[in-house]
């Protein structure tokens, strides 16, 4: 039964990441003006600190973000006779192509493009949670 619910978690986690992108982009670029308003109500103006790229960078590690925790949920939910090596990288070759799959599907999407840096980026996501588990193992 644990094992079912961890595998629920990985589609429900590629449901709202789906969801996220099916946005479009006027309602996205709201919810990252939004993050910059919360960090300005605790005395953190990314605006003055980073000008025009605020909303950018906000996006981009939002994408980190959301593929790192795909990637954990991913490790998690494979199953424990596949080695840890082979663990590591089954995990981040799946979340590489949800990342392809998800930028495919924002072409059709209002305002949305699809692009190699965020896929890239998504991707990282996914090894920053490679390197964590590998040296959590050691």
């Not at 003006?33 to 005395?43: A, E, M, P, T």
């Not at 949920?73 to 995990?91: D, P, T, V, Y």
């Amino acid at each position: 039964m644990r094992k079912y619910f961890k595998i629920i978690l990985v589609f429900v986690w590629m449901a709202i990441i789906f969801i996220f992108s099916n946005q479009p982009a006027v309602v996205s670029d709201e919810k990252s003006r939004l993050v910059i308003r919360v960090f300005q109500f605790l005395g953190l103006n990314l605006d003055s600190i980073l000008g025009e790229l605020a909303n950018f960078i906000i996006r981009k590690i939002a994408h980190f973000l959301e593929y790192l925790i795909l990637y954990l949920l991913l490790f998690n939910a494979l199953s424990k006779g596949i080695s840890l090596k082979k663990k590591l990288i089954l995990a981040l070759f799946i979340v590489f192509l949800y990342a392809c799959t998800d930028e495919f599907h924002q072409l059709f999407v209002s305002g949305r493009t699809g692009r190699i840096r965020d896929v890239i980026i998504d991707t990282f996501g996914g090894g920053a949670g490679a390197l964590i588990l590998y040296f959590k193992s050691k």
